[in-house]
C-alpha cells in the first residue's frame, strides 16, 4: 500500500516559486500514475498534473508552461515546481498515486499566492 506526505507549501507572492514534493512509502512510485490535485476554498478539487509510470506527463491548460511534474524513483518522491504562480493558484495541493482501481492521497500542503 502507498503511503503519500506532501510538503514544501507556503505563503509566496505572486510571481514567484515553490517545489511541493510528495514522498511516498510502502511501494514504489515508479509503478504508479502520480497525480497532483488542488482544491480552493469552496471549489471542487481540480487535476493539475501527471505523470504516469512510463514517465509520460501531462498538464492542466490553467498551469501549463508554468508548472513542470517530475519524480526522482531513488527518492520515491515526485515533485511539482511551480513557477510564475497567481493568487488564483491558491490552494490545498494533494498528490495521489493510481494503480489499477486503487487511488491513495495524501494530506494535501497549502498554497497561498498573495502580495
Known amino acids: 500500500q502507498l503511503q503519500l506526505v506532501e510538503s514544501g507549501g507556503g505563503l509566496v507572492q505572486p510571481g514567484g516559486s515553490l517545489r511541493l514534493s510528495c514522498a511516498a512509502s510502502g511501494s514504489k512510485i515508479s509503478m504508479y500514475a502520480m497525480r497532483w490535485y488542488r482544491q480552493a476554498p469552496g471549489k471542487e478539487r481540480e487535476w493539475v498534473a501527471l505523470i504516469t509510470s512510463g514517465g509520460i506527463k501531462s498538464y492542466a491548460d490553467s498551469v501549463k508552461g508554468r508548472f513542470t511534474i517530475s519524480r526522482d524513483t531513488a527518492k520515491n518522491t515526485v515533485y511539482l515546481q511551480m513557477n510564475s504562480l497567481k493568487p488564483e493558484d491558491t490552494a490545498v495541493y494533494y498528490c495521489?498515486?493510481?494503480?489499477?482501481?486503487?487511488?491513495?492521497w495524501g494530506q494535501g500542503t497549502q498554497v497561498t499566492v498573495s502580495a
Open positions: 495521489k498515486g493510481s494503480q489499477g482501481a486503487y487511488d491513495y
